[in-house]
């Protein structure tokens, strides 16, 4: 087939229910704020994706920057990593994070979709995998043993081997006994990782993970900002524990900045950050190279076509902001997640949109 060309990209903001919201100690998420995005070619072929917008407040900034970029990408083709140089030489004095990089990264999973669709093969296939299925982990935020037991024991029953709870509550004790109950609940065979979601001090973070690792945790997520790759390195050094982190990587210069500084034992790139399956290739050869384990952050669907070709894969992500608004959602089968097709395997279910587009 003759190379795809953008005839158009056409944005929609939607805010769609959450069936579990999810509260952490750095804020809450009680919807799905998504832009749908649809890349049209000349030839017929659609390529979609959506990008999470965190709060709705994002929404109608992000719809205004699509509609400013794209004329730059009108009859060209549909080329992922041409097009992402194309953007990063365009913006390099702005640089390619926050919106605009999430922008650019959910078109990059649209490209990707277009050029699956147009052969009628996964974007596992393209990049030289099998759909294949992959290990999950249900992803909760914070919660209590008491009033979230049955979601709990319903994970469990739908085969997850890994639960993800969120941590830092002002009153350590509090913590301190959330973990004791969950790993009681979930029994020792299964994973148990907290996440902290940035809202630590290095120091206070190496006192609260060192009374947590009786609980044997898989891992502890972002116990310090993001950004504080020193931090995250003394906490690192500091505890037993192994410390994740990656889901606020910029592209692949943050993975590798993060990587020199010894700020992380596992990695968990977000694809709307990370610069899209195009960056994810990047750094999933970086993790190689430093028998790194990987995880995904979101993007259940898109992650699952990652995973399946990354040579440390770990586990994938299930904490389902999606799902509200595709055809054919995917589903768990015995705690795992298996890419589907053609594409990146998701199409819109139309009268959902409607009812969730943004007033």
């Known amino acids: 087939m003759d190379s ?4 158009d990209i056409r944005a929609r903001a939607i805010v769609a229910p959450l069936a579990r919201p999810v509260r952490t100690a750095s804020g809450s998420v009680d919807v799905s704020p998504l832009i749908l995005i649809d890349v049209l070619t000349e030839q017929g072929v659609t390529g979609s994706a959506y990008l999470f917008g965190y709060t709705p407040v994002t929404l109608r900034p992000l719809l205004s920057l699509i509609d400013e970029i794209k004329p730059e990408l009108i009859s060209k083709t549909v080329a992922p990593v041409a097009r992402m140089q194309q953007l990063e030489q365009r913006y390099r004095l702005l640089g390619m ?96 990782m907290v996440d902290f979601n940035q809202s630590l001090q290095p120091t206070e973070a ?18 310090v900002a993001a950004e504080d790759l020193q931090g995250h390195a003394l906490v690192r050094e500091s505890v037993d524990a192994n410390i994740q982190t990656g889901e606020n990587w910029w592209f692949p210069r943050d993975a590798e900045r993060a990587m020199s500084a010894g700020a992380c034992d596992m990695m968990m790139p977000d694809l709307m950050k990370i610069g899209g399956v195009t ?36 586990w994938l992500e299930f904490m389902d902001f999606g799902s509200a608004i595709l055809a054919q959602p995917y589903k768990i089968v015995d705690g795992q997640v298996t890419a589907q097709g053609p594409g990146l395997g998701m199409a819109w279910n139309e009268d959902a949109a409607k009812r969730y587009a943004l007033n």
């Open 4 to 7: 795809l060309l953008i005839r």
């Open 97 to 192: 994070q926050g919106l605009l990089g999430m922008v650019a990264s959910t078109l990059d999973m649209a490209y990707w979709d277009a050029l699956g669709k147009s052969v009628n093969k996964p974007v596992v296939a393209l990049l030289g995998g099998e759909a294949k299925p992959v290990w999950a982990y249900d992803s909760y935020g914070m919660v209590d043993p008491v009033n979230d037991a049955k979601a709990i024991e319903h994970s469990m029953a739908q085969g997850f081997r890994a639960i993800k709870i969120k941590l830092g509550d002002p009153d350590v004790q509090r913590d301190i006994h959330v973990t004791r109950e969950i790993r009681q609940m979930i029994g020792p065979k299964t994973a148990l």
């Open 206 to 223: 190496i006192r609260r993970i060192r009374l947590l690792e009786p609980f044997d945790l898989h891992w502890v997520e972002e116990p």
């Open 279 to 314: 960056g994810w290739l990047s750094v999933m050869g970086m993790a190689r190279a430093a028998s790194m384990p990987v995880s995904s952050h979101l993007f259940i669907e898109a992650s699952a076509h990652v995973l399946a070709v990354t040579p440390t894969c770990h």
